[in-house]
């Protein structure tokens, strides 16, 4: 966003960029989960009325529902895995950034955060997702970085870069198998499943 993040106190960071750790534990530091979702944003100077609406969303979102008096260490991983998650919306960062958010969650509630996710950009956010899955990110991502030993290598649409079947191979990536397919029948630059079946259908009735 053009500034340098150096310079930029912590509490003004933490309004613009929200990141949710893979490992949930290390967000937790409170007792209960009323208090684990509502300490940033007393101190972030918000009435009583706005925190509990946004507790309230940002639970519904994650599709949590815990008494709020509850230890956050009693629940189980993926519920943990959607607590931090709900922590870091309601605070409605300008971006969201989340190292594995899908690990611990089963595909109902994944598609869940993933629509989730997805109104929160069409709202004007963006999110970063830190993934090593390449068939969500090929569902879900815009743009791809792929890193190597901590540089990036790559970056590009997700439909260039992972139907890039030999380039992936080299560096060490599994190619999507709906990417491999998509090269053998001469589709270019389509990684989608969904997209496969309908250029196969156009092609069918050509």
Known sequence: MGSDTRRIPTS????????????????????????????????????REEVEERVKWALRVVDLNKPLDLSPHLLSFGEKHRLAI??????????????????????KRSLQILSSLRKYVE???????????LQLISEVADRVAVLEKGRIVRVGRTEQV???????????FNPLQSAVLARKIGLTGVVKTRDIADNLVKKLKA
């Open 162 to 172: 992972l139907s890039d079947v030999d380039w992936l191979s080299e560096h060490g």
């Open 12 to 47: 003004r960071l933490s309004r613009i960029v929200g990141l949710v750790h893979q490992n949930p534990e290390a967000q937790f530091f409170t007792s209960t989960i009323w208090e684990e979702m509502t300490i940033a944003l007393r101190r972030a100077g918000l009435k």
């Open 86 to 107: 709900a922590t870091i919306l309601a605070l409605k960062p300008a971006v969201l950034v989340l190292d594995e958010p899908f690990s611990g969650l089963d595909y």
């Open 123 to 133: 709202e004007g956010g963006s999110v970063v997702l830190v993934a090593h899955d």
